[in-house]
């Protein structure tokens, strides 16, 4: 039998990191951007005024240009789990596939049709027509949102499926089990909603832009008030819902949440659990399995994560511990699953079902078997075996630590600037305020760092697992030559850059030149952050 | 009959559904993006081409998409072992497939070199997807070299190459990117003015005839080769695992066996050609939107022409051709397979409908002065 | 009797709306609040929007 290669399945984990976390620069912004550009056709709809038109127009007009690389890398996605990760598809394709095929049926259909009517439509549409139309594709693309991370939500708690051992894979056995799992549906709103403030902050930044350099002021403000309002409750909707899933990751995956906080040894080490510190700083040794200079604020952790007073958090040494048992439990389960595969033996069934849920624990051991055979483990060398794997069941700590706090810190960040922004955009002292502003313009790419970070707490945090409990990443992948990899890692490096540097050219092009009906000559002389409007630029008609 | 073998046939039924959706839809819009050098001398008239499809595009690419995830959940040991054991050209498809969107909403917003690189990235994600459509085709028919291991993690046993470079496959290849050229040549006569419909005209003339000669010649081409088939009976209510339960072997002409034992279904290939001599003869005739139809009726019959002579079988293997995937043997769970056919009678006549409503709003022909006013426009 | 059709109408869509509420509330609470807080924060949004225009013909006014 060939053996997995190690590096492959590395190159196969950098490969998917690098084309997801790269498509969901893009996503955010067209969930949070199709919201609030539905909110101004609808207030044009309603008051008549020609302004609001105008502001849909321009925000549309950035907007697609970001919605075009969003959907070309959302490709990428859809054949990245047949082409790098085939055992994972063989084994809960029947679960995990479904969502991601009623997300196009029920989801990128309707949104997609409907952003080409949006865009094309405006002189072949009544106002109110087209209203439904752009709100269809803000609601397409949410929904669209929500079946991805209802797949997502399976891979991080395992809901609505078993495995079969006559099919060798996970089955569904309940939909509603899999659709309104705790997971599935905290997640979805978290990142539905960071993508709200992704958009909000977009455009409010590039409105002031507008409101520094004097330019497109009626549309600037306009734009900056719905967008501070519109963010400022996002942002706190925002930091709601990530306590919601952390106290999610503490019921069901205890190794993510104690990495997430450096909690090496048990919460009640201390003085008592109550009396845990939550750590603002510190930077894990992964190798030694401690932290160096941590700082942390007393009786602030237990309470976070657990919703209660003092109960005791698990750290991550005994973790490792308790996983032992699961491990030599799981190699039973695996060795009777290829006896019962060879001659159905009942006997075999039954021993597997009695270690059944332990089986991914066998998985991991595989890894570190000779040969990445389980049969060929010996009373002799077991012990090394099952100290090695329980060191691979518990995530890269560094990694989870603090993409968690990057991620939490911004967070908290924009309620505070969403807060400043709307308060003096209602009072309307946004110009006397040039440092507001200037923060807000600078803030733009933040939310998507923001994204970027907590997608990497989600997926590092979930490590070594790609299906939590059942199926570890290094299983996973296909078995793919290096050569491949090579070969694909270097096209997508090549065409994801050109395409950057493309978007980038046209989105500062295109907010530079601000909205084309409505071109006032921009003030001589003031510094601007973009550089100089280019107004006699006509080239785009 | 079981309630799983009457999912698993509806199933099979609705793969060819979805393959043929996605190559009208997404056939002609890469017809339209192979051609867009051809029929636009100017950069005014390939504006128009591209905006004749430009409403639409990506409605369509959903098919292609759709295609992705409805195999993924609904075979989804076949999605996961092709797209694999295909890496190399599955990721050239991929790469081509991704320029497109980038393209249509890029290209005409800066200048004339900008636009040009663009238009060759047309023409690569037009092209290069159909030829790979197709060959995927030609390849599954003559099998692939690939076995599973006990806990069916599948190895490949051949070299990218010989998939690559295949005759029969490179014909099955060119003939998917001589109907997308007829489809797509007829979709700009639909809406396009002179000199765009002419140019597109000649074009789609030229790509039905091409594509009808291959038809004909790769069926005789399969009548010869090897095939596979059962050598006892199998089991189609059997645990959907590729593993065990099947004896198969390579034959020659055994693709031919299911014509012979059920003489009507030469009806398919009759339609294949019917659809693409009544595409050809339409638009010679200046009929595009009959013509339209027929091109889609010549994909209903091609498509269904292949699956016909191959079932049940999906991806036959040639190193170890037990393990070959079949309808019975690579689906999904009898629960996914039902919850699924649940939506798809829900969603799909509203897809219908409002991309129907969707084209009905956007008729008539596309016109260089309404680009010109329209900021949208690509 | 028109207004009385109307006033059953509206307490019976009320009804029905407290009533998916409620099961969306047991199954999907997330969901819930998403449809709920979507809703709101368009709301504010919009709202903001109207006032800001009132804010100008009112400034407007007193110059």
């Known amino acids: 039998m060939s053996l997995i290669d190690p590096s492959v399945v590395e190159l196969s984990r950098l490969q998917f990191a690098l084309t997801a976390l790269y498509h969901f620069i893009f996503v955010p912004l067209t969930l949070g951007m199709t919201f609030l550009i539905a909110s101004m056709e609808t207030v044009y709809v309603i008051t008549g005024k020609e302004i609001y038109k105008e502001m849909t127009h321009f925000w549309a007009k950035l907007f697609g240009i970001n919605f075009a690389i969003g959907v070309a890398t959302g490709l990428t996605m859809e054949f990245e789990f047949g082409t790098n990760w085939s055992m994972y598809s063989h084994f809960v394709g029947d679960v995990f596939g479904t969502p991601l095929a009623i997300e196009g049926l029920m989801a990128f259909f309707m949104e997609s049709t409907f952003i080409g009517l949006m865009f094309f439509g405006w002189d072949r549409l009544s106002r109110p027509a087209h209203l439904a139309v752009t709100w269809l594709t803000a609601l397409g693309s949410n929904l669209s949102a929500l079946w991805i991370l209802i797949a997502n939500g399976f891979m991080q708690n395992p809901q609505g499926a078993s495995f079969d051992p006559d099919t060798m894979r996970m089955q569904f056995t309940s939909f509603l089990n899999l659709v309104f799992s705790q997971d599935a549906q905290a997640k979805f709103v978290h990142t539905s909603i960071a993508g709200f403030v992704t958009g909000a902050l977009f455009v409010m930044g590039i409105s002031s832009f507008y409101i520094l350099t004097n330019r497109h002021k009626a549309l600037a403000a306009r734009s900056f008030r719905m967008a501070a309002l519109f963010g400022v409750i996002s942002s706190m909707a925002v930091v709601t819902l990530g306590d919601a899933l952390g106290r999610l990751d503490y019921l069901v995956q205890p190794t993510k949440i104690a990495a997430i906080e450096g909690l090496w040894q048990d919460s009640n080490a201390h003085s008592s659990a109550a009396a845990a510190p939550w750590l603002v700083f510190a930077l894990p040794d992964d190798a030694k399995q401690t932290n160096y200079a941590e700082i942390g604020v007393p009786y602030v952790l237990t309470p976070l994560i657990t919703h209660s007073e003092n109960t005791a958090v698990p750290g991550l040494i005994s973790l490792e511990q308790q996983a032992g048992p699961r491990i030599l439990n799981g190699i039973k389960a695996l060795n009777a699953l290829q006896q019962y595969g060879q001659d159905h033996d009942a006997a075999a069934l039954a021993t597997f079902k009695q270690y059944e849920n332990d089986m ?154 601000g909205p084309q009906h409505h071109a006032e000559p921009s003030v001589g002389g003031t510094a601007t952050m973009f550089g100089k409007p280019q107004l006699a630029d006509k080239s785009w008609q | 009959m079981e309630l799983y073998v009457v999912l698993k046939v509806i199933w099979a039924v609705l793969l060819g559904v979805l393959l043929t959706g996605l190559a009208v839809m997404v056939g002609m819009d890469m017809g339209v993006g192979t051609l867009l050098r051809f029929v636009g001398k100017t950069d005014k008239e390939r504006r128009v081409a591209l905006n004749i499809i430009g409403p639409h595009w990506d409605g369509n690419q959903v098919w292609f998409i759709l295609g992705g995830g409805a195999i993924f959940a609904a075979f989804p040991t076949l999605y996961a072992t092709s797209f694999s054991v295909f890496y190399v050209v599955m990721i050239l498809l991929l790469f081509s497939m991704i320029m497109r969107p980038v393209a249509f909403e890029y290209r005409s917003k800066a200048g004339n070199s900008w636009r040009a690189t663009w238009d060759w990235a047309f023409l690569i994600s037009g092209a290069v997807p159909m030829i790979v459509y197709g060959a995927a085709f030609g390849n599954v028919m003559e099998g692939v070299g690939f076995h599973y291991s006990w806990t069916g993690q599948y190895f490949q046993d051949e070299s990218f190459l010989g998939y690559l470079l295949n005759p029969f496959a490179l014909i099955c290849g060119v003939m998917s990117l001589s109907l997308s050229i007829a489809q797509g040549g007829t979709m700009l006569m639909l809406r396009g003015e002179e000199p765009i419909f002419g140019r597109a005209r000649s074009a789609a003339i030229g790509g039905a005839l091409v594509a009808a000669v291959l038809f004909a010649i790769g069926g005789v081409w399969v009548a010869h080769m090897n095939g596979f088939a059962f050598t006892a009976p199998v089991d189609p209510n059997m645990p959907a695992s590729p593993l065990t339960g099947q004896t198969v072997a390579v034959q020659a002409g055994a693709w031919m066996h299911n014509y012979q034992s059920y003489p009507i279904l030469w009806a398919l290939p009759a339609l294949g050609f019917v659809g693409m001599l009544g595409n050809l003869l339409m638009n010679a005739a200046r009929k595009p939107a009959v013509a339209w139809w027929a091109g889609a009726l010549a994909w209903v019959g091609v498509i269904f022409t292949v699956g016909a002579s191959m079932f049940p079988f999906l991806m036959p293997s040639t190193t170890n051709p037990n393990q070959s995937l079949t309808v019975w043997n690579s689906i999904g769970s009898q629960y996914s397979l039902g919850w699924m056919l649940l939506f798809a009678l829900v969603f799909t006549p509203a897809i219908i409908a409002y991309t129907s409503w969707c084209f009905y709003v956007m008729r008539g022909k596309v016109k260089v002065e309404s680009i010109t006013d329209d900021s949208h426009s690509y | 009797m028109g207004k009385l059709f109307k006033i059953v109408g509206l307490a019976l869509t009320l009804a029905l709306g407290v009533f998916l509420a409620v099961v969306a509330g047991d199954y999907g609470p997330w969901y819930f609040a998403w449809l709920v807080g979507t809703t709101m924060i368009v709301l504010i949004a919009a709202a903001g929007a109207v006032m800001f225009d009132t804010q100008e013909t009112n400034s407007n006014g007193k110059v």
Request: hydrophobic share 50%; net charge neutral.
């Open chain 1, 360 to 513: 991914g624990y066998g998985f991991l051991a595989q890894k570190n078997a000779p040969n990445q055979d389980l049969t060929q483990i010996t009373p002799a060398n077991q012990d090394a075996i099952v100290a090695q794997t329980e060191k691979d069941t518990i995530p890269n700590v560094f990694v989870t630590f603090w993409s968690f706090r990057i991620m939490m810190f911004l967070g908290f960040y924009f309620v505070i600037l969403f807060a400043f922004a709307s308060y003096y955009s209602l009072r309307n002292e946004l110009e006397k305020h040039p440092l507001l502003l200037k923060a807000a313009l600078w803030s733009i790419p933040l939310p998507v760092m923001a994204c970027e970070f907590g997608w990497i707490t989600a997926e590092a945090g979930r490590q070594p697992w790609s299906v939590y409990g059942w199926l570890p990443t290094f299983q996973s992948a296909s078995s793919h030559p290096v050569g491949y990899m090579v070969f694909s890692l270097i096209g997508f490096a090549l065409l994801y850059s050109a395409f950057i540097a493309a978007e980038l050219y046209l989105m500062f092009k295109f907010a530079r030149l």
